[in-house]
């Protein structure tokens, strides 16, 4: 979960973040100090980025980068502009996109709603990928829903398994 340029400048996307103004050593070193922290990581995606994650240079370093650790990209798809996947293909980095935000409305209402709307993207689909945060109402909403849903014939995989 990389922090990276949002659109907003008044926005802090959080310490460490990747922006457009860091020159390539820059990047890479702070993706040298990132990845450490993360035993057992096996792909990356972004926390806000919509402005980094639309600018090709900066996608393509990161994608190299990727590709040299055989990591994969999760878009969070924090903008419709993003071009994560085009430069993952180019650069034949696996890459998966988030079709669902869980937990944009913390009400458990609505994340009970997403979560339905995961379920029906996922039968259309055959599969679906979903992003929520750690709230107290995600896990609550979670906790009831994963049974049922495994009841109903959804299987939960791995991130990993989803990548193309």
């Known amino acids: 979960h990389m922090p990276m340029e949002p659109l907003d400048p008044a926005i802090e996307p959080g310490p460490g973040a990747l922006n457009l103004a860091m020159s390539l050593n820059e990047v890479l070193n702070q993706l040298g100090i990132a990845f450490p922290q993360i035993r057992g990581a096996v792909g990356l995606n972004n926390h806000m980025g919509s402005r980094y994650t639309q600018d090709e240079a900066a996608m393509a370093i990161l994608m190299g980068e990727l590709k040299a650790r055989n990591m994969f990209f999760l878009d969070s798809r924090t903008t ?3 071009k ?3 430069i993952a293909i ?3 980095v696996k890459t998966v996109s988030r ?3 869980l937990d944009n409305n913390r009400s458990k209402t609505a994340i009970r709603d997403q979560f339905f709307l995961l379920e029906k993207l996922a039968a259309q689909k055959g ?3 979903a992003i929520g945060h750690p709230y107290e109402e995600t896990f ?3 906790e009831d829903w994963i049974p049922d849903a495994v009841m109903r014939g959804y299987t ?3 991130i990993s398994t989803a990548v193309k």
């Open 140 to 142: 609550s909403v979670l």
């Open 127 to 129: 599969t679906a990928v």
């Open 156 to 158: 939960l995989v791995q």
């Open 84 to 86: 994560a996947e085009s």
């Open 90 to 92: 180019k650069r034949k």
């Open 80 to 82: 419709p502009h993003t």
């Open 99 to 101: 079709d669902i935000f």
